[in-house]
Protein backbone atom coordinates (compact mmCIF):
# COMPACT_ATOMS: atom_id res chain seq x y z
CA UNK A 1 0.00 0.00 0.00
CA UNK A 2 1.22 3.38 -1.23
CA UNK A 3 0.12 6.66 0.51
CA UNK A 4 0.65 10.17 -0.24
CA UNK A 5 -0.37 12.89 2.08
CA UNK A 6 -0.29 16.86 1.76
CA UNK A 7 0.12 19.39 4.21
CA UNK A 8 0.81 23.31 4.43
CA UNK A 9 -2.75 24.17 3.25
CA UNK A 10 -4.20 27.23 4.39
CA UNK A 11 -5.58 30.86 4.31
CA UNK A 12 -2.93 33.63 3.11
CA UNK A 13 -3.09 37.53 1.89
CA UNK A 14 -3.06 38.49 -0.87
CA UNK A 15 1.18 38.73 -2.06
CA UNK A 16 1.93 35.89 0.95
CA UNK A 17 3.63 32.97 0.70
CA UNK A 18 2.91 29.22 1.70
CA UNK A 19 4.53 26.24 1.29
CA UNK A 20 3.17 22.55 0.24
CA UNK A 21 4.58 19.08 1.42
CA UNK A 22 3.32 15.86 0.37
CA UNK A 23 5.08 12.72 1.92
CA UNK A 24 5.43 8.89 0.44
CA UNK A 25 4.80 6.33 2.83
CA UNK A 26 4.13 2.61 2.75
CA UNK A 27 5.62 0.15 0.19
CA UNK A 28 7.85 2.85 -2.07
CA UNK A 29 10.70 1.43 -3.98
CA UNK A 30 10.70 4.30 -6.40
CA UNK A 31 8.92 7.08 -7.07
CA UNK A 32 9.47 8.90 -10.85
CA UNK A 33 7.99 12.03 -11.95
CA UNK A 34 6.00 14.14 -9.30
CA UNK A 35 3.55 16.57 -9.66
CA UNK A 36 1.37 19.29 -7.93
CA UNK A 37 -2.11 19.91 -9.12
CA UNK A 38 -4.70 21.94 -8.07
CA UNK A 39 -8.66 22.75 -9.02
CA UNK A 40 -10.64 25.57 -8.29
CA UNK A 41 -14.37 25.47 -7.52
CA UNK A 42 -16.31 24.53 -11.17
CA UNK A 43 -13.06 24.35 -12.56
CA UNK A 44 -10.93 21.34 -14.26
CA UNK A 45 -7.87 20.14 -12.70
CA UNK A 46 -4.87 22.11 -13.93
CA UNK A 47 -1.07 20.97 -13.27
CA UNK A 48 0.43 23.44 -11.64
CA UNK A 49 4.03 22.07 -11.17
CA UNK A 50 6.72 19.17 -12.14
CA UNK A 51 9.28 17.29 -11.37
CA UNK A 52 11.27 14.34 -12.07
CA UNK A 53 13.07 12.06 -9.92
CA UNK A 54 16.13 13.82 -11.26
CA UNK A 55 15.23 17.14 -10.52
CA UNK A 56 13.86 18.36 -14.25
CA UNK A 57 11.29 20.99 -13.45
CA UNK A 58 8.06 22.06 -15.45
CA UNK A 59 5.50 24.90 -14.50
CA UNK A 60 2.57 26.17 -15.96
CA UNK A 61 2.59 29.99 -17.12
CA UNK A 62 0.32 31.13 -14.93
CA UNK A 63 3.28 30.58 -11.46
CA UNK A 64 6.29 30.90 -13.14
CA UNK A 65 8.49 32.61 -11.01
CA UNK A 66 6.02 32.45 -8.29
CA UNK A 67 6.36 28.87 -7.47
CA UNK A 68 8.79 26.64 -6.74
CA UNK A 69 8.91 23.20 -7.23
CA UNK A 70 11.49 20.81 -5.41
CA UNK A 71 11.63 16.81 -3.84
CA UNK A 72 13.61 15.49 -1.18
CA UNK A 73 14.47 11.87 -2.84
CA UNK A 74 15.84 10.29 0.74
CA UNK A 75 12.47 11.25 2.10
CA UNK A 76 10.19 10.27 -0.58
CA UNK A 77 9.12 14.11 0.14
CA UNK A 78 7.63 16.44 -2.69
CA UNK A 79 7.58 20.51 -1.91
CA UNK A 80 5.79 23.32 -3.51
CA UNK A 81 6.69 26.88 -2.31
CA UNK A 82 4.37 29.58 -3.10
CA UNK A 83 5.31 33.12 -3.02
CA UNK A 84 3.58 36.02 -4.27
CA UNK A 85 -0.19 34.39 -4.23
CA UNK A 86 -2.99 35.64 -5.98
CA UNK A 87 -6.21 35.12 -5.44
CA UNK A 88 -6.74 32.92 -8.98
CA UNK A 89 -4.67 30.21 -6.75
CA UNK A 90 -7.70 29.65 -4.42
CA UNK A 91 -7.94 26.14 -5.35
CA UNK A 92 -7.79 22.96 -3.72
CA UNK A 93 -3.98 21.80 -4.20
CA UNK A 94 -3.32 17.92 -5.26
CA UNK A 95 0.00 15.84 -5.53
CA UNK A 96 0.37 12.84 -7.18
CA UNK A 97 3.58 10.32 -7.54
CA UNK A 98 4.70 7.83 -10.32
CA UNK A 99 5.67 5.47 -7.74
CA UNK A 100 6.91 1.64 -8.11
CA UNK A 101 6.04 -0.38 -4.76
CA UNK A 102 8.72 -3.16 -3.25
CA UNK A 103 6.96 -6.26 -5.63
CA UNK A 104 7.24 -4.37 -8.83
CA UNK A 105 3.72 -2.92 -9.37
CA UNK A 106 3.46 0.80 -10.69
CA UNK A 107 1.25 3.34 -10.75
CA UNK A 108 0.35 6.98 -10.45
CA UNK A 109 -1.42 7.92 -6.97
CA UNK A 110 -2.74 10.78 -5.85
CA UNK A 111 -2.97 12.77 -2.55
CA UNK A 112 -6.36 13.96 -1.00
CA UNK A 113 -5.52 17.57 -1.31
CA UNK A 114 -5.02 20.63 0.76
CA UNK A 115 -6.94 23.52 0.63
CA UNK A 116 -5.04 26.77 -0.11
CA UNK A 117 -7.62 30.23 -0.12
CA UNK A 118 -5.65 33.62 -0.54
CA UNK A 119 -8.10 36.27 -0.02
CA UNK A 120 -8.05 39.81 1.93
Known amino acids: QVQLVESGGGLVQPGGSLRLSCAASGTVHVIYVMGWYRQAPGKQRELVAG???????NYADSVKGRFTISRDNAKNTLYLQMNGLKPEDTAVYYC??????????????WGQGTQVTVSS
Open 51 to 57: ITSGGST
Open 96 to 109: NGDIQRFGGSRFVY
